[in-house]
C-alpha cells in the first residue's frame, strides 16, 4: 500500500517557538492532504485540508494563523505551529488519499510544549 | 467536526470471542471506512464500504452499512490479544463539491484479554 511518511515522530519546543512537521507522500503524488489533531483518548480531529498550489482549507475553529499549511508540491504538505502554547500540545496526524479511496495516514507527531 | 459517534466507547473481551463495534453518521456518505489505532501511533486501514454496498468481508472483519438508519458496523471474529486498539469509523463525504475529506467517529476501545 502507499506509504505517508511523517516527520519528526515527535517534538519537544519551548513556549512561544514555532515548530514545522513534515507530510510526505511516498509513493503517489497527493494533490490533497488532510492534518488531524488528537488529544489523549479522543477522536481525530480534522484541522484543514491542504491544497497542492493553493491554500489550505480550515475547518472552523482552527486559526488559520496559528497553524500555518504549505502545500508546495504533490508530495509534501507541512504543517507550523507558531507560537506554541502548552495548550497545543497534542498528537498530530497527516494523511493523504486519492478520492473515493483508503486514507494513508502518516505515523503523528507528538508535540509537547513546555 | 466530528461526524459520527461509535459505541461502545470501550470493549473488554476474551480472546476467541467476537467484538461488535457500532458507528452511527449524520449525513449522506460516499463511503465509509474502519481504522485501527494502536496507542500513539498512526492509523492503518481495515475495510472500506462504498455506500451503495450493505456488506464487505476482510479476513475476519466484517462490515455492513445501512444508509437509511445512517449506520455501519465492525465485527471481529475469533479475537485475538493483537486486536487490542482503538478502532475507528470515517466518513467521506462531499461537501459543496469539496475534497472527500474523512470525518472520523469517536472511536471504540477494544481490550481483548489472552
Known amino acids: 500500500g502507499a506509504v505517508v511518511s511523517q516527520h519528526p515522530s515527535w517534538v519537544i519546543c519551548k513556549s512561544g517557538t514555532s515548530v514545522k512537521i513534515e507530510c510526505r507522500s511516498l509513493?503517489?503524488?497527493?494533490?490533497?492532504m488532510f492534518w488531524y489533531r488528537q488529544f489523549p483518548k479522543q477522536s481525530l480531529m480534522l484541522m484543514a485540508t491542504s491544497n497542492e498550489g493553493s491554500k489550505a482549507t480550515y475547518e472552523q475553529g482552527v486559526e488559520k494563523d496559528k497553524f500555518l499549511i504549505n502545500h508546495a508540491s504533490l508530495t509534501l504538505s507541512t504543517l507550523t505551529v507558531t507560537s506554541a502554547h502548552p495548550e497545543d500540545s497534542s498528537f498530530y496526524i497527516c494523511?493523504?488519499?486519492?478520492?473515493?479511496?483508503?486514507?494513508?495516514f502518516g505515523q503523528g507527531t507528538r508535540l509537547t510544549v513546555v | 467536526s466530528q461526524q459520527g459517534e461509535e459505541d461502545p466507547q470501550a470493549l473488554s473481551i476474551q480472546e476467541g470471542e467476537n467484538a461488535t463495534m457500532n458507528c452511527s453518521y449524520k449525513?449522506?456518505?460516499?463511503?465509509l471506512q474502519w481504522y485501527r489505532q494502536n496507542s500513539g501511533r498512526g492509523l492503518v486501514h481495515l475495510i472500506l464500504i462504498r455506500s451503495n454496498e450493505r456488506e464487505k468481508h476482510s479476513g475476519r472483519l466484517r462490515v455492513t452499512l445501512d444508509t437509511s438508519k445512517k449506520s455501519s458496523s465492525l465485527l471481529i471474529t475469533a479475537s485475538r490479544a493483537a486486536d487490542t486498539a482503538s478502532y475507528f469509523c470515517a466518513t467521506a463525504s462531499n461537501y459543496g463539491g469539496a475534497t472527500n475529506k474523512l470525518i472520523f467517529g469517536t472511536g471504540t476501545l477494544l481490550a481483548v484479554q489472552p
Open positions: 509513493d503517489f503524488q497527493a494533490t490533497t
Open positions: 449525513t449522506s456518505i460516499n463511503n
Open positions: 494523511s493523504a488519499r486519492r478520492p473515493n479511496t483508503e486514507a494513508f
